[in-house]
Each structure stands twice: as structure tokens, then as C-alpha cells.
């Protein structure tokens, strides 16, 4: 069974740091383009940041450039998203994705980030 757990979300005042972890199970990790995308209330999910299965590539928001960092430990299965001095505009459930053929999503995790 797929699965894609993601943890790390919480309230943090603005300048703060989070680190989301994403853990997968049940595919080949290793395989798999992992990215994390963003959903703000009555606002469409957006792309945060990409690495590619090797790790070897990552790309980002420009909105989070030099803010974030995504990382992944293939031994481990886990993604990683390191957030940065934190802006209340980064609010937002906070979703794991992995694609190769086939796509999968997370359940989310919620970041606050307070002013």
C-alpha cells in the first residue's frame, strides 16, 4: 500500500524555521521525482520545490528561493522541505508529492506562520 506521510507542519512567528519531513512507503522511492506543493485558503496548490530521484537537480518557487531547502535520503525514504526565515504568506497546508509514471499525493500537513 502507497504511502506518503508527511510531518513537520505547525505555528511558527514569522522568521521562524520548519522542517517538514514527507516519509514514503509502498513504491520505489528511489525512482520517483519528489516534490512539495502548497495550498493557501481559496488559493490553488502550487509547486514549492522539486529534486529529482537521485537528488542530483532540485528547483523552487521563486517565492521561496533562498528561503527553502529540499532534500531527500533514498536510504530512508524521506523527503525533506528546511523553511527559513518564514513569512506569514507561506501559510498553507503543505503537500508531498511523488511522480514517475504514476503519482502519488500526501494528506498534508499545516503551516502558520503568524506576524
Known amino acids: 500500500q502507497v504511502q506518503l506521510v508527511e510531518s513537520g507542519g505547525g505555528l511558527v512567528h514569522s522568521g521562524g524555521s520548519l522542517r517538514l519531513s514527507c516519509a514514503a512507503s509502498g513504491f520505489t522511492f528511489s525512482s520517483f521525482t519528489m516534490s512539495w506543493y502548497r495550498q493557501a485558503p481559496g488559493k490553488e496548490r502550487e509547486l514549492v520545490a522539486v529534486i529529482t530521484a537521485a537528488g542530483s537537480t532540485t528547483n523552487y518557487a521563486d517565492s521561496v528561493k533562498g528561503r527553502f531547502t529540499i532534500s531527500r535520503d533514498n536510504a530512508k525514504n524521506t523527503v525533506y522541505l528546511q523553511m527559513n526565515s518564514l513569512k506569514p504568506e507561506d501559510t498553507a497546508v503543505y503537500f508531498c508529492?511523488?511522480?514517475?509514471?504514476?503519482?502519488?499525493w500526501g494528506q498534508g500537513t499545516q503551516v502558520t506562520v503568524s506576524s
Open positions: 508529492n511523488a511522480r514517475f509514471w504514476v503519482q502519488y
